[in-house]
Nanobody
Framework: QVQLVESGGGLVQAGGSLRLSCVAS????????INWYRQAPGTQRELVAT???????NYADSVKGRFTISRTNGKNTWTLQMSSLKPEDTAVYYC???????????????WGQGTQVTVSS
């Protein structure tokens, strides 16, 4: 059973920084990509950042240049470094791991429980 646990959220003033972590326990056979999503109250979940198994990264326009997604080599741990935070970054942030399909099972998405990030003005 794979579980994802996010941590690192909290309250920060505008312009500050936070570092979110996502730790996976259990066995994941082949990872396609890791995503960080966020969801503010009354809005749809938004894709913030992606890192592929090959290390390619992609970011939402709203966070480019401010957020950095990375993976700790050799460990099922991923981070989202957030800098120059703005009040509009306030949301619950979720880690999503996409496990590749195999001949025996379809693609599988795993989700963490989320961590709250609040940026005050």
């Amino acid at each position: 059973q794979v579980q994802l646990v996010e941590s690192g959220g909290g309250l920060v003033q505008a312009g500050g920084s936070l570092r979110l972590s996502c730790v996976a326990s259990g066995r994941i056979f082949s990872i396609n990509a890791i995503n960080w999503y966020r969801q503010a109250p009354g809005t749809q979940r938004e894709l913030v950042a992606t890192i592929t198994s090959g290390g390619r990264t992609n970011y939402a326009d709203s966070v480019k240049g401010r957020f950095t997604i990375s993976r700790t080599n050799g460990k099922n741990t991923w981070t989202l470094q957030m800098s120059s935070l703005k009040p509009e970054d306030t949301a619950v942030y979720y880690c999503n791991v996409i496990e590749a399909a195999t001949p025996y099972r379809p693609r599988t998405d795993y989700w963490g429980q989320g961590t709250q990030v609040t940026v005050s003005s």
